[in-house]
């Protein structure tokens, strides 16, 4: 068996301990998996010590792929070592290994020995294959894990602890329940449809039942991301009353819920989106900017006017405008995406139109610094601080890929097909800056966009 043998290290701004400690918390795994990898958790480790399995399934092509791995090392604060009983290499084994520098600082070292399947033929066609996905992986990981732990760090200052967040199953609710956890937070996870087997998961219909008590008493913070989601499906009378009611109604019941137990819950952060300012092409949008009159616009003002209601009851209200949130998991990169792998994506007369994107993890990383910066209220800007033009985002992405995206885009179909969808989330032209976030203090992690792709798309070579 031919064996290669990988190492990646990394310097972490906390102790060995913490950095131990956090890899044995249940969500550590599902938090380190790279957004590209299509697996399937079908049965997470109990623990890291010796004899535990993680079960999975893992997309190779269009094929499903089961793959279960045992740990056999373990020694707490310093390794634990996990080996392939079954799945798609013909060997792997990974030690993590975790080494005191400093009080206050440590070293992550991952060692790989792994060898491709298929015997000769897959060590000549799959081994380089293999080896990059790896690195990418590691690359990824390291990235992720160094971000998050000097989040968690930043954690400790915050009294707000326990933590509800509506709409836990969507794209940033997902996401940010595991990472608030993974930083030391108790999160309640607020949906219409609970896992029974989950004491944290709470049922609420939010067009037909009030905000669910229990969470009013036992709550610090409510983070309201639920809301039909506007992205799908064409724009019909009927499509624009759910937009509308599922986050104008579900606000209103947040905030009158709040007035029954005054100053118990301490923080309320409702999503809204860039779609309330009046688009303004050449021009930079704050968030004292003019506000639109459109459908998307009188949405957000009317979902932003619920959450402020509730000023004279909580300490901190914010509004949260989102702009395009870039994920592989879901949105708009993966539709962005489609086109540009057959050489299309510039949008025929749109090109210098702005583009207000931010990175998922600086979504994360941004509510968590809200959480512990008591001076930013009202609305708030998530965007990245530097927007850049459709033609800009497609140069990227060539620049990344190595291809030219030749094919122009034509608008005139998507104008018939979409209507007002298009106009208003395809071929808007916005250019909204993150003003308050960084004067608050919040350093993004992914300021510009080539970095932000590289690592999420796993395209760092």
Not at 3 to 19: A, D, I, N, R, Y
Not at 60 to 86: C, M, S, T
Not at 442 to 459: D, M, N, S, V, W
């Amino acid at each position: 068996m031919n064996l290669h043998h990988l190492k990646f290290e990394s310097e972490m701004p906390v102790s060995v301990e913490e950095l131990f400690a956090w890899h044995e918390k249940p969500s550590a795994f599902t938090r380190l998996c790279p957004p590209w990898d299509k697996i399937r958790i079908i049965k997470p480790p109990e623990s890291l010590q010796k004899g535990t399995k993680v079960e999975l399934e893992v997309k190779i092509g269009p094929i499903w792929k089961r793959l279960v791995a045992e740990h056999f090392e373990y020694e707490k604060n310093k390794l634990f070592a996990d080996r392939q009983i079954i799945g798609p290499f013909g060997f792997w084994e990974h030690f993590h290994e975790f080494i005191a520098k400093t009080p206050n600082a440590s070293i992550m070292r991952d060692k790989i020995k792994f060898s491709a399947p298929f015997g000769f033929l897959g060590k000549l066609f799959l081994t380089r294959f293999l080896k990059q996905k790896i690195r990418e992986t590691f690359i990824y990981r390291h990235e992720t894990l160094a971000n998050d732990l000097q989040a968690c760090e930043k954690a400790k200052g915050t009294t707000y602890r326990n933590i509800a967040i509506t709409g836990a199953n969507g794209l940033i609710g997902k996401n940010l329940s595991i990472f608030l956890e993974m930083a030391g937070f108790n999160v309640f996870k607020i949906t219409r449809n609970p896992n029974p087997n989950h004491s944290n998961e709470v049922s609420w219909n939010p067009l037909t039942e009030a905000f669910p008590e229990s969470i009013l008493k036992n709550a610090d913070a409510i983070i309201h991301l639920a809301g039909e989601s506007i992205a799908t499906g064409n724009w019909t009378q009927s499509k624009k009353e759910k937009i509308k009611n599922s986050r104008v109604i579900s606000t209103q019941k947040i905030a009158t819920a709040l007035k029954t137990i005054p100053n118990r819950v301490r923080a309320f952060l409702c999503a809204s989106a860039i779609g309330i300012y009046k688009e303004k092409p050449g021009e930079s949008l704050f968030e004292s900017s003019e506000l639109g009159s459109d459908f998307l616009a009188e949405v957000g003002k009317e979902w932003e006017s619920a959450a402020l209601s509730a000023t004279d009851v909580v300490e901190k209200v914010v509004t949260m405008r989102f702009g395009i949130i870039l994920s592989l998991l879901g949105g708009a990169l993966p539709e962005l995406l489609k086109p540009f792998l057959f050489r299309m994506g510039r949008f025929w007369g749109y090109e210098k139109a702005n583009f207000s994107w931010i990175a998922l993890d600086d979504v994360l990383h941004g509510i968590l610094h809200l959480l512990t910066e008591n001076r930013v209220s009202g609305p708030v800007n998530f965007t990245a601080p530097s927007s850049v033009t459709n033609s800009d985002f497609i140069s990227t992405l060539e620049s990344i890929y190595h291809q030219k995206a030749f094919i122009p885009v034509p608008t005139l179909p998507l104008k018939i097909l979409m209507g007002e969808k298009a106009e208003r989330m395809i071929l808007a032209d916005f250019n909204v800056l993150p003003q308050k976030l960084e004067l608050s203090g919040y350093k993004f992690l992914y300021p510009t966009l080539e970095p932000a792709l590289r690592h999420l798309l796993g395209k760092h070579h």
